[in-house]
């Protein structure tokens, strides 16, 4: 099977511009004026430029700046970013495009880095421009994609959740990215209405041959959704286990918050201490939870602070292996996860302490 880009859009009605700035609109903050755009030049993020600009049209005070990220990859690549710049341009916003200069792309993982150094990118201009928030045109369309993979990663509630509509940036581009915020405001429109809106209006716009390159997992997927739709099991179906999948999550995260508290004994610089009591019998769920807490409040770093924290698997190993401990009364030998070592005392006390570097093979010399 030949995995292909969705390109007839059916009789989806097209996402209008007023449209498209209602959704932003509902989706920023008070006080939320000055947007970063990311616009590659495909078709949903056209629609959000569209979008943007009727939005700065409104005259409330917003402000946004449209940046094109070139990774280079492609000899169109160059090009398609300046057409970008003008397209903007021509709809009265700023814009700028930026080059990844990674000299020889990898081999494998190229999507993965080329994503990294997006956001990373993308991280630069709106801290240059001072925007706290930066907009990506995501559909409904990508966030099943996003679940049919971590559902073949074998993902938990937490990948199954997929994307949110609002998200941490650093949690992505790493801590010089803090204080921004991600945003998809289109998380819930279908890709054929953004599609539809490009026909509809004539509107300039390029596909990116990636996205139907059988050499890459999320192409491949892709081709399988309209089969899968055959079964039921269709986009929208799937962006929906996503929101329930958030909503299971975000209870999740409320109950271990409070179970953290209760357990917290003691915290002093790195190091902190944990009733095993409280942990006993709860949930092993939560008791993950707690852990992640407890490594975030050990100084594990901004990453695990929003989301990246050590192996789901090896997580939740210790956490059964813990609660048996703690069951039996017994000791749990000293054990390293993520940089963090955690141990626990046969009265019960669970102690989280930062292990020490490894030696390398030069310091051993």
Known sequence: MTPQEPSDTGDAPPL??????????????????NLVVAVSGGPDSTVLMHAVAALVARG??????????????RPESAGEAAEVVAQAGALG????????????????????????????LLADEARAAGAAILLTAHTADDQAETVLMRLFAGSGIDGIAGMAQR????????????????????????KTR??????????????????????????????????????????????????????????????????????????SGAALTLDGAVLR?????????????????????EAEA??????????????????????TGTALPGRTLGGIRLACAADGTVSLTRARPRRTAQQHA
């Open 194 to 267: 953004l599609t539809a809106a490009c026909a509809h209006f004539g509107w300039w716009h390029v596909r990116d041959p990636a996205n139907i390159d059988p050499r890459h997992t999320r192409a491949r997927l892709r081709a399988f959704l309209p089969v899968l739709a055959q079964e039921g099991l269709t986009a929208q179906r799937l962006a929906r286990l996503a929101r329930r999948a958030g909503e299971t999550r975000e209870a999740l995260d409320h109950a271990a918050e409070a179970l953290f508290a209760q357990a917290r004994l003691a915290e």
């Open 281 to 301: 019998n709860a949930p092993v769920a939560l008791v993950q939870r707690v852990l992640r807490r407890a490594f975030i409040a050990c100084g594990h770093g």
């Open 16 to 33: 209008l511009p007023e449209e498209g700035a209602a959704l932003i609109a509902a989706a920023l903050a008070p006080g939320e004026k």
């Open 60 to 73: 409330e005070g917003h402000r946004a700046t449209v940046v094109s990220i070139d990774h280079g990859l």
């Open 306 to 327: 929003n989301g990246y924290g050590p192996n789901l698997e090896k997580t939740e190993a210790f956490a059964r292996a813990l609660q048996q401990a703690l069951r």
């Open 93 to 120: 916003l700023p814009a700028r495009s930026r080059r990844w200069e990674h000299g020889a792309a990898p081999v494998a993982g190229i999507q993965q880095a080329a994503r990294a150094a997006r956001y990373r």
């Open 167 to 190: 998200a941490p940036l650093d949690a992505i581009a790493g801590p010089d990215a803090a204080g921004i915020t991600l945003m998809r405001p289109f998380l819930g429109i279908a």
